[in-house]
C-alpha cells in the first residue's frame, strides 16, 4: 500500500493530478483544497490513501493529515465512497465541517456534489458522537441552537445576512454569547460575534 508520495507535480487536472516520483507519473485524486496548495512544477509531498478495486488501484491525496482523517471517516457512513467524500472536503474544510456537524447544519453538506437531503441526516446522525475526538475537533461542543427569537437567534441571522456561512456565524456567536451571557443586548452580540469572525 502506498501511504506518502513526494514528487514533482507534473499536471493538475479537474479533481486530481499526477505527481512524477523518480520518473513514474501518479495518478493522485484530491479535494479541490488540495490541488490549489500543489505548485504546478514544483515539488510536492501527498499523503495517500490506496483504495484496490478489482479492476483498479486508486489513490486518493491530501496535504494534511486532518484532511485524510476525514477521508477515511467519512467513506466508512453508508451512501459515501471516495467520490462523494472529496466532494465534501472539497467543499468544506475540517474545521467547517466539524462546525456544520456541530450546528447540525445539513444545508452546509448539501453544498457538496453528490450530498442530497437524505444523505446529509446520515451524515449528521453517524457523525455526530465521533467529530469531537477529529483533527479541528478541539472545542467540541453540545449543539448551540439559538430558540428564535431569541438574541442569538438574531445575531445569527444578522451575521448570514452580511454573507457570513452558516458554520462560521454560528461558532462566533457562541462564543460571543457564551462570554457575554443571556442578558447581552442584541448589539452587543452581534458586535461581539464580528469580532470573533475577525479572529
Not at 18 to 44: C, E, F, I, K, W
Not at 112 to 117: E, Q, Y
Not at 172 to 187: F, I, K, N, Q, Y
Amino acid at each position: 500500500m502506498i501511504a506518502r508520495l513526494t514528487g514533482r507535480v507534473a499536471a493538475l487536472e479537474d479533481g486530481r493530478c499526477v505527481l512524477d516520483v523518480g520518473g513514474v507519473g501518479y495518478l493522485v485524486h484530491a479535494s479541490t483544497r488540495t490541488l490549489a496548495a500543489l505548485p504546478t512544477g514544483g515539488s510536492a509531498m501527498l499523503l495517500v490513501e490506496t483504495h484496490v478495486r478489482e479492476d483498479a488501484i486508486l489513490l486518493y491525496g491530501f496535504a494534511e493529515a486532518a484532511e485524510r482523517d476525514w477521508f477515511r471517516l467519512l467513506t466508512t457512513v453508508q451512501g459515501v465512497g471516495a467520490k462523494v467524500a472529496l466532494g465534501i472536503l472539497s467543499a468544506l474544510s475540517p474545521r467547517d465541517l466539524v462546525a456544520a456537524i456541530q450546528a447540525g447544519d445539513r444545508t452546509a453538506l448539501t453544498r457538496a456534489p453528490g450530498v442530497g437531503a437524505k444523505l446529509a441526516v446520515r451524515l449528521l446522525t453517524e457523525l455526530r458522537e465521533k467529530a469531537g475526538a477529529m483533527p479541528a475537533g478541539a472545542g467540541f461542543s453540545p449543539v448551540f441552537a439559538p430558540p428564535p427569537g431569541d438574541a442569538a437567534a438574531d445575531a445569527l441571522s444578522a451575521l448570514l445576512n452580511l454573507g457570513y456561512r452558516r458554520p462560521e456565524a454560528l461558532a462566533a456567536v457562541a462564543r460571543a454569547a457564551e462570554r457575554l451571557g443571556e442578558t447581552a443586548a442584541l448589539a452587543t452580540l452581534i458586535r461581539e460575534s464580528l469580532q470573533e469572525l475577525a479572529r
